[in-house]
């Protein structure tokens, strides 16, 4: 007797046509959520290293400014006009050595016709307060005054700026050498360039910045000779037509190099006159403009002048506001969460209490400004802008990210350990205290950091606080008026000037690097002491 043939159902469900269909779709199902998984990754990659590489690209010309090198003699009178040589005095005499530098470079600038216009233009190489540096080291030592001594002053914003390529685009083009000289300062040169000198590259550059221009202004295009600049009035393809602009005012004698600074933008539509940029290029040639880092970014207060502001007051008010929400935040925190997770009834009150936390996770920060505003400033009559009415603002803010973070905390501590402490005769609070507390310490300190770390970027309900105040001086202390990093860095964003733009991602990489340490501590804590069971 034969056996039967066998059927397809009898060789197993995995090697039918419809069982290979169903693995063959389940497989490309994998693959798709594999691919949508790396493709969302790919995507924040790409995010954060454009978000890092804007932020960066801005801020690297913050950290580092121009500075006006000059030797000045501390006149007393000028310096100490009452003669004490009292130390504070000779550092509030900001106009003293305002004067004395203005005098220095007067005499080498200008002459005595000058009028107002240039006049004002040459002292607007640099800000009134830029000698304030010079003012507090001169009263550091008093001994000093009467003798010559070596200063630096931050320039101008604008020329600062200029100098680190920005105001205008431009191109400078060397012209090789004039062979004669027609004419005088005061009525105009005529230049004659030497044979194989062409100005083909400069006429290449003015054309180009001509159909770039989108108001059809024309290009400036400044002459450089030996120690004098000169505006170009008009050329030929080896003649060349100049006015007098500043530097030395005697004609040049041939042979000499010749320079052609050619501005995209006309002097009407810059911040930075032909004539300013003339002696800018003349101390730079001279020496006497150097670049170095910029301290200021760290060592000073905030400031009106964005050459001066720095971001030192901030840190402090960024500092002692997280130590009061800290203060208040970590230790109700913990003993809430404590109560809730192992003490407290399970009942319906309880349940309220809980799902009222978790709510308050998700309330916009601004509601706690209005909050604050309305409890701290309002009704207790706590001065507004320091960091003890924003620290306890912020404290209430993360106050449910601790909660809720330390009861996770407690949650993992696995029952045996509260029943074996239990089972030696330890009592409940002994159990907590002892025992599950301390294995949940990793947990809770990583969440309340990581708390803290929101809170250090927050913003909105500090602006409701009144902590945008313009502040000139470090606070010493949580009743100081004060600001914060995230409120300088909004203050600076909305400020005109084009020089706020780098300072302001500056300020973002000083408040990144906050965050990624505050980070780092979250993450070596609970490396140190996280145990698994």
């Not at 000058?114 to 009263?139: I, M, Q, S, Y």
């Not at 502001?309 to 913990?334: C, D």
């Not at 301390?438 to 927050?458: C, D, K, N, V």
């Amino acid at each position: 007797m034969n056996s039967p043939a066998p059927t397809p159902e009898t060789k197993g469900g995995f090697v039918t046509e419809a069982a290979l269909k169903r693995l063959k779709k389940r497989h490309a199902a994998e693959a798709r959520f594999k691919f949508y998984g790396q493709l969302a990754i790919g995507i924040a990659v790409v995010a954060l290293v454009t978000l890092l590489v804007s932020i960066f690209g801005q801020a690297s010309s913050a950290f580092q400014r121009n500075v006006l090198v000059f030797d000045l003699t501390l006149d007393a009178a000028d310096i100490t006009p009452d003669g004490t040589r009292d130390p504070d005095a000779i550092a509030r005499n900001v106009s003293g050595f305002n004067l004395l530098l203005q005098d220095q470079l007067r005499g080498e600038f200008l002459t005595d016709d000058a009028d107002a216009t240039e006049t004002r233009e040459l002292f607007g190489l640099f800000t009134r307060l830029a000698v304030l540096p010079v003012a507090k080291k001169t009263a550091k030592h008093v001994e000093t005054v009467g003798t010559q001594q070596k200063f630096t002053v931050a320039l101008a914003d604008d020329i600062d700026l200029f100098l680190k390529g920005g105001i205008t685009e431009r191109k400078s083009i060397d012209l090789g050498a004039f062979s004669t000289a027609r004419g005088s300062i005061g009525d105009g040169l005529d230049v004659s360039l030497t044979g194989g000198s062409d100005t083909g590259a400069m006429t290449s550059a003015i054309n180009q910045f001509q159909e770039q221009s989108l108001d059809d202004s024309s290009p400036t295009t400044l002459i450089g000779i030996g120690k004098t600049w000169y505006t170009l009035q008009g050329f030929s393809n080896d003649e060349l037509a100049l006015s007098y602009l500043a530097g030395e005012r005697a004609a040049p004698t041939a042979p000499e190099d010749i320079t052609a600074l050619v501005l995209a933008q006309a002097e009407a539509n810059r911040t930075v006159s032909d004539r300013q940029i003339a002696w800018t290029m003349l101390l730079k040639s001279d020496g006497r403009i150097k670049k170095q880092f910029n301290t200021t970014l760290f060592t000073n207060a905030d400031s009106t002048y964005p050459e001066l502001a720095g971001t030192a007051a901030a840190i402090a008010g960024s500092l002692l506001t997280m130590l009061v929400t800290a203060l208040l935040a970590i230790p109700v925190g913990i003993f809430a969460a404590v109560y809730l997770e192992e003490f407290a009834t399970k009942n319906r009150m309880t349940d309220l209490i809980e799902v009222n936390i978790n709510n308050l996770a998700a309330v916009p920060s601004i509601v706690f400004g209005l909050l604050g505003a309305a409890v701290f400033i309002n009704f207790f009559g706590m001065p507004r802008s320091v960091p003890l009415v924003g620290g306890l603002v912020l404290g209430l803010l993360v106050l449910p990210t601790v909660i809720i973070a330390s009861r996770a905390a407690l949650k993992s501590v696995p029952p045996s350990i509260r029943t074996a402490a239990l089972g030696v005769g330890a009592s409940k609070t002994q159990s907590v205290f002892h025992h599950v507390l301390p294995l949940a310490a990793p947990g809770i300190l990583t969440g309340s950091i990581i708390g803290m770390a929101r809170a250090l970027g927050e913003t909105a309900p500090l602006l409701l606080i009144g902590m945008v105040a313009f502040v000139a001086e470090v606070p010493d202390g949580p009743t100081d008026e004060s600001t914060v990093l995230p409120v300088l860095i909004y203050k600076w964003s909305t400020g005109a000037e084009r020089a706020w733009e780098p300072q302001t991602a500056a300020a973002i990489i000083v408040l990144l690097v906050f965050l990624v340490l505050m980070n780092l501590i979250a993450i070596v804590l609970r490396r140190r002491f996280e145990r698994r069971w």
